[in-house]
């Protein structure tokens, strides 16, 4: 089946500095979202993305769809205590279902 | 509060036992999902419907499961003889018809089976 493989699984740095993730599939896919979880929460949505190559910005966050659809990447820029939390990355293939990749905890220090 | 809601937040349970979620989607959604979370890792689909319509199932969801959603609006999840490996964080998502992987979540149904 189709898997997402998220990077890095666990982040745990300064207040200020910039945070980047990643995640790769073996499949293609229309649709990358990233989303954000927070303890005892369901996952919220931060950005979607539905064109190969775009870019796009949310405040300090920054993604963007790999030109082969098959990988995305998520930038935050000058990190805060309430960026903490499990960032999860989502693919849609065919306006179904999403599937989701394990997860990249991030830690911020202050 | 015109969020997703689910109900009940923590259910404990023993094995063998039945168990039933409630969701209630974002009123003007016509699609409702269901997922499966458990620790370390991420949400993994179990069904979704459109409208009254159950449209696809996982091979996660065993015939020990059941979802509805009789009148397209609240879904129920039910899951018979519940065992050890049922324990998980059960979520409900909702989206427009024109679904563009936009899914709003509830809060989680946790279920520990002892």
């Known amino acids: 089946g189709q898997q997402l493989n998220q990077s890095p699984q666990s982040m745990f740095i300064q207040e200020g500095e910039d945070v980047s993730m990643n995640c790769t599939s073996s499949s293609i896919f229309n649709t990358w979202l990233w989303y954000k979880q927070e303890p005892g929460e369901g996952p919220v949505l931060l950005i979607a993305?539905?064109?190969?190559?775009e870019l796009t910005s949310n405040g300090r966050l920054t993604a963007q769809f790999g030109i082969t659809r098959k990988d995305s990447f998520l930038n935050i820029s000058a990190s805060i205590p309430s960026d903490v939390g499990i960032y999860f990355c989502a693919g849609q293939l065919n306006g179904n279902k999403l599937v989701f990749g394990a997860g990249t905890i991030l830690r911020v220090k202050s | 509060d015109t969020g997703v809601s689910q109900d009940p937040r923590h259910k404990i349970t023993k094995r063998g036992q039945n168990v039933t979620f409630r969701c209630d989607p974002i009123s003007e959604h016509n699609r409702l999902y269901w997922y499966r979370q458990t620790l370390g890792q991420g949400p993994e689909f179990l069904t979704y419907?459109?409208?009254?319509?159950?449209?696809?199932k996982s091979r996660l969801l065993s015939d020990r499961f059941s979802a509805e959603r009789p009148k397209g609006s609240f879904s129920t999840l039910e899951i018979q003889r519940t065992e050890q490996g049922d324990s998980a964080m059960y979520l409900c998502?909702?989206?427009?018809?024109?679904?563009?992987?936009?899914?709003?979540f509830g809060e989680g149904s946790r279920l520990t089976v002892l």
């Open positions: 998502a909702s989206s427009r018809d024109w679904n563009t992987g936009e899914l709003f």
């Open positions: 993305l539905y064109k190969a190559g």
């Open positions: 419907f459109q409208n009254e319509a159950q449209l696809e």
